[in-house]
């Protein structure tokens, strides 16, 4: 298992990595490697130049503006997971962090490598359904800016063209009374999730629910929100028989099965995992008619 | 002929300055041009855990990360672990003690793990949850674990770990 031959390039600038990306044939980007270097061992991916966007110091850093939380592609998982910026703004980040790979490999894989990659089992795509991040992408002839949920297309295919690189992720300062929750299941700490499920709640005013996202990773060849099952909840007050209601039908949605984890199986997944993580929500909002 | 890369690289303390193949990941780079056979390579696509070295003091897998990509950098291996005259580090003596290896596989990537989790809680209390959280990436075929979690916490629980 090693990779077939390439030509290897590190250019230290976004505008030096634009001009390689144009103009070799057959390129590929490496940013962290923990996804694209198994793949190159394995030969399932040949290609004749590799870009490596590890030198570029302006595709790294986290921070804060008007914008939001502002995170730079080639950003580590363990330094996301360790900013307390990130803890700040966006927690359920890190709370979905806990579940990516091992600390080895959160060492260096990256935030853009993630979601460019496009794991159906993969956290950072699943939590960003929730977080609703925009994506600042970077081609030959200007940058552009897309919310999160036009970026996937199918599985493991983003809608990243040939000649782009995603340069930055933006999450948008999250409304006061935000409650997030993440839970997953896998057979052992780091492997890919069998179903996991990602939960953000915000109250409004007079206790009604203000707005409700829910995405689950698992089902489907990308994560997917549960637009019908958040439709319940929004302008309602918080109840138990809402939850339960939205429960049973997150459960009833349509799942991809295979011979270890059939539909079924991930179907009671998602019920019970969705259970949980709305019951955490609870505890956070503290004493509700429930 | 393949391209060749120029590379700068401390290893163990030792200075190399090497030409290396795009292609060559870290692993290799250490087994084959600088016979350090101690990284011991057992999938070779990030899933076991036997290969981990440290690249400027954080754990990496070293088959997935290329030897390219070391330039410039410092990794520490399984053979710089051990005082100079034979002494080994405590964590290695621990593991003999405990039974916490028996082919010793992967001994080398495990030891590699646990020296980064000793010195990121250095003074802190940790947990066996915490040990086996921290051990979760590294596969052993022959213990179970159990001897190797219980060496791990005899060496963290002491006072001056």
Redesign the interface.
Known sequence: ????????H?PGSLRAALDLLAALENPRLLAG??SL??M???RLATPDH?I?L?NIEELHGIDVTAAGLGIGSMTTQ?TIQNSPLVARHCPLLIEALDHV?????R??GTIGGSLCHLDPAAELPLVSQVLEPTLTIAGRVGVRQIPFAAFPVGQLTTQLEPDEILTRVTFPPQPANTHTAFEEFAR???DFAIVAVAVQITMGAAGLVADARIAVGGIEPVAVRLREAERLLVGQPWSADRVSAVLDLAESHPAEGDHNNPAEYRQHLVKVLAGRAFARVQAKLGTVDA | M??L?PIAVTVNGRRYEMQV?????LA?FLRHELDLTGTHLGC???VC?AC?VLVDG????S????A??ANGRTVETIEGLAAADGTLHRMQAALGAHHGLQCGYCTPGVLM?LV?FQRENAGRPVTEADVR??L??NLCRCTGYQGIVDAALEVLTEADH
């Not at chain 2, 193949?21 to 990941?25: A, L, N």
């Not at chain 2, 954080?58 to 897998?61: D, G, K, L, N, Q």
């Open positions: 298992m090693k990779p077939a031959p390439f030509a290897y590190a490697g923990q270097m198994p190159l061992n394995y590799l490596d590890g363990r790979g091992h600390q080895t490999t060492n260096r052992r700490p780091g | 393949p391209e890369y193949e795009g292609r060559v990941h290799d070779e696509h990030g855990g981990t954080i754990s990496v897998r088959c997935l990360m290329l390219v990509q793990t980064e959280h921290a979760s990436g």
